[in-house]
């Protein structure tokens, strides 16, 4: 899966994850308290995987090595906002800074410090390979780096030694022989399951068939999302309250990740209908599912279901309804499933998208037209190097075929949207910020 998203990189899409974190430094720092965060940053020179990890080509083949001449003011920068530094002014930095390739002479991550913000907050944008870590890992390498306590001392991200992940047998993987032996062991896991994985896709097969709330993988329709998108990037961020997506899951008897589905389809519907685009047929979004069973804070464990977001209805329970039924459907068949297996159905079943992407068969089939993600994060405020983090938002990629991206993760009280998308193909895309909000209140 990480050497997928290396070979999936192209100028117009670059396959790196980013976070953008602003934070409000205490109210005794200085003028100079930007300077002086640099200047500690600066101090952890050493790397730890996998930020001081490089790629190099090996008998043909793409593997990490470590950067014997890691230079780390190459990877992290000090800018400012000009004035006034509006939050406008910093989201079109964001997207700048977001639609640039990784450099892969040297690791695959920046981080960039950001002053000048208006009313004298400061910002914090990383950018990471996802071949280096999916949106799970990158959540607690975050978490590991900030602090409840407002006293704590700094800790750079790439300074954190990385932790050892478990195998099945409760051994820690230090050794490329302990390594091997656990891959080994995996292979003859996932190869005794491919009967299982076999009946499940028969059983798929059937339900395109017979069960209306099944998604099949040609379902989507064509729509403004689904053609090919250039290299330049529109970043958009808001904040919405935990306590009205709460209260609308209990109202309707749903859960928070259906009610954020529920606002998406709901936002994307009103979008389209305002520019004349709206499909027929429903929406299909693409919603990755952590399968991570470890504590582990590098690569990727990552399956995805599809979810019917109903945008051909026009009322908003209706729509919600067959969203909620399209989910549970893919949580019944993952239920059956072990964590491998899941992995080898979902590439069973999107083989034939991938190809289709890749040979262009037929650029009307596409297995979903939009990609929505919803990261856990930070239960409680959290503080770095004392300053008080007051917003946590996911910079995702768009790619050919799907060009917006909803990311989303919780943070305190609230859920934190990042929707990052193709500026050519997207007008006014900042727009949908407004419709999420009117899609929650619907169901309020």
């Known amino acids: 899966m990480d050497l997928g998203f290396l070979l999936l990189e192209r100028r117009n899409q670059p396959m790196h994850v980013g976070g953008l974190i602003l934070a409000r430094p205490p109210a005794d720092a200085g003028a100079d308290y930007a300077q002086r965060l640099i200047a500690d940053m600066l101090q952890f020179k050493q790397a730890e995987a996998p930020f001081n990890q490089r790629l190099q ?160 993988v040609f379902q989507a329709p064509r729509s403004l999302f689904n053609q090919r998108i250039s290299g330049s990037r529109r970043f958009a961020a808001q904040s919405y309250g935990l306590d009205r997506i709460r209260q609308a899951a ?35 979004a693409m919603v990755p599912v952590s399968v991570r069973r470890d504590d582990s804070d590098g690569g990727n464990q990552v399956a995805m279901i599809l979810a019917n977001l109903a945008t051909h209805l026009d009322d908003p329970l209706e729509r919600l309804d067959m969203t909620v039924r399209s989910v549970n459907h893919s949580k019944e068949r993952f239920a059956r499933l072990s964590q491998g297996e899941i992995l080898a159905y979902m590439s069973t079943v999107m083989a034939a998208h991938g190809a289709n992407i890749a040979l262009g068969i037929n650029p009307g089939w596409q297995a979903f037209n939009v990609i929505i993600s919803n990261v856990p994060g930070p239960k409680n405020p959290m503080f770095w190097n004392g300053a008080a983090v007051e917003g946590v938002y996911p910079v995702s990629i768009p790619i050919d075929g799907a060009a917006l991206n909803i990311t989303l993760n919780s943070y305190a009280d609230n859920l934190e949207f990042g929707l990052i998308g193709c500026r050519r193909t997207l007008p006014h895309m900042q727009r949908l910020l407004a419709y999420l909000d009117e899609g929650l209140d619907a169901l309020c």
């Open 57 to 216: 080509r090996r008998a043909g083949v793409w593997c990490w090595t470590q950067d014997e001449d890691f230079d780390l003011e190459a990877h992290v920068y000090h800018l400012s906002l000009p004035e006034p530094g509006r939050i406008r002014e910093l989201l079109a930095l964001v997207s700048k800074l977001h639609s640039s390739l990784l450099d892969r002479s040297k690791p695959l991550w920046e981080a960039y410090v950001i002053e000048g913000v208006q009313d004298g907050r400061i910002a914090l944008y990383i950018k990471v390979h996802h071949a280096l870590v999916d949106g799970v890992a990158a959540m607690r390498l975050m978490q590991r780096v900030t602090s409840e306590d407002p006293a704590a001392e700094l800790v750079a991200p790439w300074a954190l030694p990385p932790r050892e992940r478990r195998t099945e047998s409760g051994d820690t993987q230090g050794s490329a022989l302990t390594a091997l032996v656990d891959a080994a062991s995996q292979f003859r896991r996932h190869a005794g399951s491919a009967k299982t994985v076999a009946t499940e896709v028969l059983r798929s097969i059937r339900a395109r068939k017979s069960d209306p709330d099944y998604v099949s």
């Open 250 to 284: 209990t109202r309707h008897q749903a859960t928070i990740n259906d009610i954020v589905l529920a606002m998406c389809g709901s936002a994307l519907r009103r979008y389209l209908l305002q520019l004349g685009d709206l499909p027929d047929k429903p929406l299909i």
